[in-house]
């Protein structure tokens, strides 16, 4: 979809210049900008919210028009890699980090209420506003940023279909089998999309579903104690913690916080109708997805607890020879399918998906591995798909073109799999599953480059209008951001120094990459900075934001909500 003369008049006449609004240069850099984007995948498909009780603090209706987006973005929470955290974190320090867990969601509800409030705002999501903001340079390479870590997203839901094939099928689907069936099985449920928007979202909520059942499950028959469970979540600290724990509870917020995520939640609001014309519309819009992206990060939350518990209880502080105890004196199917998976040593247990499930069917019986790979199945499912949308509205974003799913599915998904297939044909299930903390190290990697354009652009005036953070958000965003790369920037390099080797030519990359690293967050930092009220940033302060011809914002229209706000909001604008 082209835009059309109006689109650009809509666009210049809600611009902002610090030389003035009506000046020709100003009106000249306004026409230069960039055409406005397309809007491919929720022109037909947006789903209408019900009008009246405007007069009602709260109301189920319109919550439920509301929902769906953020149990959609919620599933980022649930991925295989996430899983994986969670298992390894029981593991090394039992319930001693679940307080990490929980304050990593809470961090990760701030940054996801930013990202849709941006959609919800401006009616463009942020890879949308990026492909107008940013220089062509800054904007392709921020653009592979997000590739590489939605392809490392891909490449752990690959991973983690395989293994659960295998397991669900006694090892007679080998793991370069489950690798090729992944590719089919995205295909089939991209027939879900044609049958709306709701019923996709339906969708998903039963595989969220699926996972809760199987993994509540999993934590009543092992029936961790609720005392130790609530001390966990609620008391922070990590006493007796080794350098290993220490490491976990870093990997927590990487595994947790997915860059991707934000782009595709900011995506996700634009498929409900919303009058941007008015004021009243937006709040409420706002208003009601914070409570449902609440409530659906509650529920990732609990299964999450859910699978960090069952293995605080089953492994924490065991060894491989207790485990291999345990398996041989089982004696059920299980313990024959794979035998000396567990060596006899004294070394503490490594446990990641594949090893979980197995201890799972030693423990409690077959039908606990069995149950365990159903949710390990529906995680990589349903993770896939949201790498799919990701992918699609990313792509969309910032180069600013349609491409049919299949096409964006078929080379996102070609890029994933052949890694993951010459390692599951050449290697053995224990390389497959290590890959998944590389992974997930890379994926922190990418994390600025989804945090600080959200914050920038969420704090810009000429985006977001009064809706803008304010000043307690944009000091809380600001640490936010500075304490989660720090984090991630501390797991990758301790990563690093323990996995590559120690020769020249790997340590010159590493540096060579270190610079352009520090040097591009230190590009987007300067953008930040100058929406903050920094000198020399003024670039910035030219944001304007593309609305439909036929509309304006509601604060540059004076009939609407509050008498004369629009013509404030215009002076301040103009000011």
Known sequence: MTSSAGDSAAAVSNGSDRSGSGSPSSLKKRMDLPPAPIDTYFTDNRVEVPPGDEEKLFSFRKLWAFTGPGFLMSIAYLDPGNIESDLQSGTVAGYRLLWMLLSATILGLLTQRLAARLGVVSGMHLAEVCYRQYHPVPRILLWIMVEIA???????????TSIALYLLSDKKIPLWGGVLITIADTFTFLLVDKYGMRKLEAFFGFLITVMALMFGYEYVVAAPPQADVVRGLFVPGCAGCDS?????????????????????????????????????????????????????????????????????????????????????????????????????????????????????????GAVCLYIWAIGILAAGQSSTMTGTYSGQFVMEGFLNLTWPKWKRVLVTRTIAILPTFFIAVYKDITDL?????????????????????????????????????????????????????????????????STLPAVWWVDLLLA????????????????????????????????????????????DDPEVDEPGGGERARSQQLA
């Not at 939605?150 to 983690?160: A, K, N």
């Not at 947790?256 to 009058?275: C, F, G």
């Not at 859910?306 to 199917?333: I, R, Y």
């Not at 890959?435 to 922190?444: C, I, T, Y």
């Open 150 to 160: 939605i392809v490392g997203s891909d490449m752990q839901e690959v991973i983690g």
């Open 244 to 364: 290993r724990s220490l490491l976990q509870a870093v990997g927590i917020i990487g595994a947790v916080i997915m860059p991707h995520n934000l782009y595709l939640h900011s995506a996700l609001v634009k498929s409900r109708s919303v009058d941007r014309t008015r004021r009243s519309r937006i709040r409420e819009a706002n208003y009601y997805f914070f409570i449902e992206s609440c409530v659906a990060l509650l529920v990732s939350f609990i299964i999450n607890v859910f699978v960090v518990a069952v293995f605080a209880k089953g492994l924490s502080g065991k060894t491989n020879s207790d485990v291999n105890q345990t398996c041989e004196s089982a004696g059920n199917a299980v313990s024959s399918l794979y035998p000396g998976l567990f060596p006899n040593d004294t070394n503490l247990v490594e446990a990641d998906l594949f090893k979980g499930g197995v201890f799972l069917g030693c423990q409690f």
């Open 433 to 497: 599953t290590g890959m998944n903390d590389l992974l997930n190290a890379l994926m922190s990697l990418q994390l600025p480059f989804a945090l600080l354009p959200t914050l920038t652009f969420t704090s810009s005036e000429q985006v977001m209008g009064e809706f803008r953070n304010g000043p307690v958000m944009k000091v809380l965003a600001s640490i936010l951001s500075v304490v989660v790369v720090g984090i991630n920037v501390y797991f990758v390099v301790d990563y690093v120094k």
């Open 512 to 555: 060579l990459y270190g610079l352009f690293y520090i040097g591009f967050i230190g590009y987007l930092t300067a953008l930040l900075y100058g929406v903050f009220g920094g000198p020399g940033f003024d670039r910035i302060r030219t944001l304007v934001v593309y609305n439909d011809s036929s509309k304006r914002h509601d604060w």
